[in-house]
C-alpha cells in the first residue's frame, strides 16, 4: 500500500468518524425530542446501541471495500479523530442543516399530510351530516313505531330470563 492509497484511507475514515458522530448526535436529538411516554423514548438507550453496532458494521464495510478487509490501528485512530473533530468544529454546522433539513422538508411534508387528513375528515363529517339530515325524519318514525313493540319484547325478555 502506497503512502497516498494510506493517505486516502485515513481521510475516509476520518470522514466516516465525522459521519457516524453526526448520525449519533442526530439519534440522541431525536430521541430527546420524543415524549417521555412514548415506548420509542423508553427504548432509546437499546436503540442507541443498535445504531452503534449498525455504524460498526458499516465502519468494516467501508473498511472493506477501501483496503480489501486490511485493519490497521490507524483506522479507529482516524474514526476517533473523525468523532472528536465532529464534536469540536462541526456540530454547530451539521445542527443547522438538520433545522434547515426540517424546516425545509419535514414540515412542509407533515402539513401537506395534516391537511389531506383535515380534507378527508371533513368530507366524511360532511356526508355523515347530510345522510343525518336525510334520514332523521325516518329514524324519529322508526322510533315511535319500535316503542309499543319494544315494550312487549322487554317483558318477554324478562319471562324467560329471570333469576330464581
Not at 424546516?103 to 395534516?114: E, H, M, N, Q, T
Not at 343525518?132 to 322510533?143: E, G, S, T
Not at 313505531?145 to 317483558?155: A, E, G, Q, S
Amino acid at each position: 500500500m502506497t503512502v497516498n492509497e494510506q493517505f486516502f484511507s485515513i481521510v475516509i475514515m476520518t470522514v466516516s468518524g465525522i459521519m457516524i458522530g453526526a448520525v449519533i448526535d442526530a439519534t440522541r436529538i431525536f430521541f430527546s425530542a420524543i415524549s417521555p411516554k412514548s415506548l420509542l423514548r423508553k427504548l432509546s438507550r437499546i436503540l442507541e446501541i443498535v445504531v452503534w453496532a449498525l455504524l460498526g458494521v458499516i465502519s468494516f464495510y467501508i473498511i472493506f471495500l477501501i483496503k480489501g478487509g486490511e485493519w490497521r490501528l490507524v483506522d479507529p485512530l482516524s474514526q476517533i479523530l473523525g468523532i472528536f473533530l465532529y464534536e469540536s468544529f462541526l456540530q454547530p454546522f451539521f445542527r443547522f442543516l438538520g433545522k434547515v433539513f426540517i424546516v425545509l422538508i419535514i414540515k412542509p411534508i407533515v402539513a401537506i399530510f395534516r391537511l389531506i387528513v383535515k380534507l378527508i375528515k371533513g368530507t366524511i363529517g360532511l356526508l355523515i351530516g347530510i345522510f343525518y339530515v336525510l334520514f332523521r325524519p325516518f329514524y324519529k318514525l322508526f322510533i315511535k313505531f319500535k316503542n309499543p313493540f319494544y315494550r312487549h319484547f322487554v317483558n318477554i325478555k324478562r319471562t324467560i330470563f329471570k333469576k330464581y
